[in-house]
């Protein structure tokens, strides 16, 4: 599938030239479209001409055979108008459908390439919207503009060249329609653009409330929280009103203000075209009177189209600048070009590695760490919350990239690998497993998807979930929603099975068991202990009790390691970790 390279194009200050660039693969189809709509939409100006023929042939009691040439041309131009509506129709839709496509996968392709901190600024909520509501605008914006564009420019192209022909007195009266539309439009589109661009913030930020809202449910719920959300989600709501109120409020303005100018114009042009007639000026026919005054009717109604345009452009222009927010965002994970990593070992060193958030440069999340880890080696990360462990770990992934220092993998710097043939090598369980609504086969086999039943059969062992998935109906049954009809170890467990097929050389485990009840625990732990067997493993725990077979561990405070050393060795040290230990034994106040 073609994407559109949107992210290469964009130019902010030009949104309307990034528009017409989406469309740029689309010419060919669009000439076709333009050329069948210009034959199907040509009664609109043709039949004026043949009425007036028609009305000559009465008042002047002109030979029956012109009137029946006239009917006969009348039929032919009305009866083309299907299989020309049907070109334009399919022409039309399949350049619109590419580019709406093609859009919604160079928005995914960019948020895939996007940093892990970007994702963590920016609701889920709000690039939804920009994904599902921006590029339906855009599309919806460019249909609308495309079939009244195109119906007004045929209109007044039809309309002032039969003029010129019949009437040529009579094009400084039409040429009055399109100067005085062009000043309401350039008069208007400024406030339009602004209160468009108001209601898509308001839009946005309902769409992270709504996302917020569904995820916070079983918690509002369970503390009996419910009003408070409703009125959380009332305020926001109430924003998104008043916004499309001044949104409409202006257009609707507009609306008014060029019908009531087209109106004038026309009952002005009726009225001159008949004084005209009545006076002998101009050789003017009362066939012409009608034509004329058709025609102006027909030219009034295609400039207030186009002038009708501009509020459904503004809304489309507006949702570019939306998506090149996501398009243009410079905060990505760059590989091309890179050196592609075709195998691992495992070993990884950590050289006086500092790094610091961006909404915090002068706050190190991690300072000076320096941690040399060999291949099938499992270190533990222990320490007080924000000690900098998940930091670490993100940096071990590759999601983060150092301030200071470097992180070698293999002795080579990932700086300069392509981090996204590392991660081949590389499984995460996380604290909450993430899982799709599908099968048991496809939540493990993802991104593995041509292992075989008796692969995904053997990992389910090994990971303590083969009974479970068997009593609900084997590797095809649906596991729901983000795995709702399982428990938090059953999710868990099919979690390390999906990291056991990909036979990972380094594993990340973030907090893997500390939402789970002690029976779940002691399932998990022995699939981690199979999972753990030979690989370089980096383990974040809470509890103690977890880690204590580690190779090694790591104590840290304040971003720093503050103590390394074996279960045993660190107890007998009696430092920052002999204190987690007593904490972490001390009885729960009564």
């Not at 009103?241 to 001044?246: C, E, K, Q, S, T």
């Not at 009708?308 to 994970?333: H, N, W």
């Not at 991690?366 to 940096?395: F, I, Q």
């Not at 036979?503 to 981690?528: F, K, N």
Request: net charge negative; hydrophobic share 50%; glycine share 8%.
């Amino acid at each position: 599938m073609t994407s559109v390279p949107l992210e290469d194009t964009y130019d902010g200050a030009h949104p309307v030239r990034t528009l017409v660039g989406l469309y740029s693969g689309q010419r060919r189809r669009l000439l076709v479209a333009a050329l069948a709509f210009a034959a199907k939409h040509s009664p609109i100006w043709v039949i004026p001409v043949l009425t007036a023929d028609v009305i000559d042939v009465v008042v002047d009691h002109e030979p029956l055979r012109e009137l029946w040439w006239a009917a006969g041309l009348m039929l032919l131009v009305v009866g083309q108008n299907l299989p020309m509506h049907w070109l334009y129709v399919r022409s039309f839709s399949v350049a619109v459908r590419t580019v709406e496509t093609n859009l919604r996968m160079a928005l995914a392709r960019r948020l895939q390439e996007l940093s892990i901190g970007y994702h963590r600024r920016v609701s889920a909520g709000v690039l939804q919207a920009k994904i599902v509501r921006d590029v339906e605008n855009v599309v919806e914006s460019s249909r609308q503009a495309f079939d009244s564009g195109m119906s007004a420019t045929t209109t007044l192209v039809g309309a002032l060249v039969v003029t010129a022909v019949r009437v040529p007195e009579f094009l400084p009266v039409f040429a009055l329609a399109v100067p005085a539309a062009a000043g309401l439009v350039v008069a208007m589109r400024r406030r339009m653009a602004s209160r468009n661009a108001a209601f898509r913030v308001e839009v946005e930020h309902m769409s992270a409330r709504v996302s917020e809202m569904t995820h916070l449910i079983p918690i509002t719920r369970a503390h009996a929280l419910e009003r408070d959300e409703l009125d959380r989600m009332g305020a926001t709501l109430v924003g998104v009103r008043d916004a499309g109120i001044r949104l409409d409020v202006t257009n609707g303005w507009f609306g008014a203000l060029s019908w009531i100018l087209m109106q004038v114009l026309s009952v002005g042009c009726l009225v001159g075209a008949a004084w005209v007639a009545w006076n002998g000026m101009f050789d003017l026919s009362a066939g012409d009177v009608t034509m004329l005054s058709s025609y102006f009717v027909a030219l009034t109604g295609a400039v207030t189209a186009l002038m009708t345009i501009a509020p459904v452009v503004t809304k489309g222009l507006e949702s570019v600048r939306s998506m090149g927010e996501v398009l243009t965002e410079p905060d990505v994970e760059r590989n091309a070009g890179k050196e592609t990593v075709a195998s691992v070992r495992g070993e990884v060193e950590l050289a006086g590695v500092r790094f610091a958030y961006d909404d915090a440069p002068d706050e190190a999340a991690v300072d000076g760490v320096d941690l040399h880890v060999r291949p099938g080696e499992t270190v533990a990360l222990v320490g007080p919350s924000g000690s900098g462990k998940s930091t670490v770990l993100n940096l071990v992934i590759g999601f983060l990239a150092p301030t200071a220092g470097r992180i070698l993998l293999d002795g080579r710097d990932m700086a300069e690998l392509d981090l996204r043939t590392y991660r081949r090598f590389l499984a995460v369980v996380p604290q909450e497993s993430l899982l799709f609504e599908g099968t048991v086969r496809d939540n493990v086999t993802y991104g593995s998807p041509d292992l075989t039943d008796a692969a995904v059969l053997a990992a389910l062992r090994d990971a303590n979930a083969l009974d479970f998935v068997e009593q609900m109906g084997g590797l095809d049954a649906v596991i729901g929603e983000r795995g709702a009809r399982l428990s938090g170890g059953q999710r868990q467990r099919l979690a390390i099975a999906r990291a056991l097929v990909r036979d990972p050389r380094v594993l990340v485990l973030d907090e893997a068991t500390s939402a789970l009840d002690t029976a779940s625990e002691r399932l998990v732990q022995q699939a981690l202990a199979r999972l753990m067997a030979g690989r370089t493993t980096f383990v974040v725990a809470h509890r103690l009790s977890t880690i204590r077979g580690a190779d090694r561990i790591v104590v840290m405070r304040d971003g720093r390691v503050v103590e390394v050393g074996t279960h045993d060795d660190l107890l007998a040290a009696g430092g920052a970790y002999a204190e987690l230990d007593r904490l972490g034994r001390a009885p729960a106040p009564s």
